[in-house]
């Protein structure tokens, strides 16, 4: 079915709904969420060929009938029936956003954007579900039916919006202006419930964040005139309406304007509804832009850890013993100019037996209470696993060649590390290629899973850098993935640096740094000495 008859379809059913509804008019800017705007939204963000859409219709064609039902004929004893009929609709799509999320993991803002609206719809089902069934959620029903619409307007159809206009254009500043825009929904409902103050303050980051959307929607090269204004219409109507939003704010909780629930309706409501929402789903029907997030195909380790990782995950592999984690370091060429990067950095990636390894880790004081935690659970598997304090200690180990059938990858080294008796690491090496620049590839066995280190290899002079940020390319490999029985790989939220440095004294130093959500976490710094 064509997206044009798709939208008439639901746009007929609505104008049908409206003319025999026996509810006042506010009640159609719900309505029209729930059997125009939502469908159509979905339609937008649909992959094919996957259970979501294979199985759509059964489950959308008897919510949207409930709905219509509602308002044909309100206040019978089947309401309760037919609101949860389109609760337990907007759970599947909540779902359907878990599973995109899922398989995909924390890449690509936008789509993340995307996946947030799929979600967020499933609480404006449930405040729907809780208006029509008069549950007592602690708010007059006038209210609880409010929030239903805020959940469908700015907590669904705004992050999808978003994540549209971001696979178009996507500055710098887009992450900021997004991450504002997808957690003001929760501040606006916990101000709402709690504090006047944060409701004020949720009301502050919108504007913040509306702002600048609205300027991302200006800057944003479309292809077709007519989407462009449509898009930016649509925006602008926001920056308009949050104005009020604000007034509202301030009337309701301070006493300092004159704003009432009668005009958000009539100005504010319409106002959204009809100029953001139904101007942008007809801009964004002109063109849906495609997604730019393509699934990663580089080689993953098939090797498995179970409740214990430690030396034993070898245990039943072929394997021997080897001098180092690369055979050839000219193999990183053009990113590596081996004729003069430090030739005993070179020296100690192939020949890294002949090394000790001296190491000071510090856990930054914001995640000590994490890491004491995570110290319990790694000294049982022995894997990731490293001291609290910070003194210096040695890790002593051995390399190791895995045959290539075991692994599944291209050369494989497996390089144990221990703090005493105990085992710090056990990383298994490789190296793939993509577009001509090699990639160092790390696998890290974990309990039923594996974590994937693909590094991006720079030279500083005579330095050598290895960093898990797509700096070469938009379509780097570069990142850290989680790997669970299948080799599908969920790009975790964590990146890491390594900075390795020629000392001149005969010894190496190395600075490994390690974020999550661009915080540092943890900072391991090696002396590297070579054995006499």
Not at 401 to 412: C, E, P, S, W
Not at 460 to 481: C, E, P, R
Request: aromatic share 14%; charged share 15%; with cysteine.
């Amino acid at each position: 079915m064509t997206m044009c008859k798709f939208a008439l379809i639901h746009s007929v059913l609505f104008v049908s709904v409206a003319f025999f509804s026996l509810n006042p008019w506010p009640f159609l800017m719900l309505t029209i969420a729930q059997l125009v705007y939502v469908p159509i939204a979905i339609r937008f963000v649909m992959e094919k060929e996957n259970w979501f859409s294979q199985h759509y219709y059964y489950f959308a064609i008897p919510a949207y009938l409930a709905v219509a039902l509602l308002h044909i004929v309100p206040g019978s004893k089947w309401d309760g029936l037919l609101a949860a009929i389109y609760l337990a609709f907007t759970f599947v799509i909540a779902l359907y956003g878990l599973t995109r999320f899922f398989n995909r993991g924390f890449t690509n803002l936008e789509e993340f954007a995307i996946d947030a609206g799929l979600v967020y719809i499933s609480l404006g089902g449930a405040w729907f579900f809780a208006y029509v069934t008069g549950i007592d959620t602690g708010f007059s029903p006038l209210i609880t039916w409010l929030t239903g619409i805020h959940f469908h307007y700015s907590a669904f159809l705004l992050p999808i919006f978003i994540g549209l206009l971001g696979r178009i254009y996507k500055p710098p500043f887009f992450r900021i202006m997004c991450t504002i825009i997808l957690v003001s929904p929760l501040l606006v409902a916990i101000g709402i419930t709690f504090s006047r103050w944060i409701e004020l303050l949720s009301v502050g980051l919108y504007i913040i964040g509306l702002s600048g959307l609205i300027f991302i929607a200006w800057k944003t090269p479309f292809k077709n005139h007519v989407q462009k204004w449509l898009i930016r219409i649509s925006f602008g109507a926001l920056g308009v309406t949050i104005i009020f939003s604000l007034l509202y704010a301030l009337g309701s909780g301070f006493g300092l304007t004159s704003v009432n629930i009668d005009f958000m309706l009539r100005f504010h409501g319409v106002l959204n509804c009809l100029v953001f929402a139904l101007v942008g789903i007809v801009g964004w029907s002109i063109t849906i832009p495609a997604a730019n997030f393509h699934p990663p195909t580089f080689p993953i380790s098939r090797i498995r850890g179970k409740r214990v990782i430690g030396e034993q995950v070898l245990e039943g592999m072929l394997h021997e013993k080897h001098p180092g984690l690369v055979d050839d370091m000219k193999v990183y060429g053009p990113s590596l100019q081996c004729n003069t990067l430090s030739p005993r950095i070179i020296d100690f990636y192939e020949n890294t037996i002949n090394y000790r390894l001296f190491a000071t880790i510090k856990w930054r004081s914001w995640f000590k209470p994490f890491a004491f935690v995570y110290e319990l659970m790694s000294r049982k598997t022995q894997q990731i696993h490293l001291p609290l304090h910070g003194r210096q200690v040695e890790m002593t180990g051995d390399v190791i060649a895995l045959q290539d059938t075991a692994d599944g990858r291209d050369k494989v080294r497996a390089w144990i590390r221990k703090i005493g008796p105990e085992t710090a690491f056990v990383a298994l090496y490789s190296q793939h290629e993509k577009a001509g620049r090699m990639y160092m590839n790390i696998d890290l066995p974990l309990p039923f899973s594996t974590m994937t280190g693909i590094l991006e290899l720079h030279q500083v002079g005579d330095d050598l850098q290895l960093t898990s940020k797509k700096k070469s390319s938009y379509d780097s490999d570069a990142g850290i993935y989680l790997s669970f029985l299948s080799n599908q790989a969920f790009k975790l939220p964590i990146d890491e640096d390594f900075s390795v440095s020629d000392g001149k004294d005969g010894s190496l130093s190395a600075c490994h740094t390690m974020r999550l959500f661009s915080i540092p976490f943890l900072t391991i710094r090696y002396l590297i000495r070579h054995v006499c």
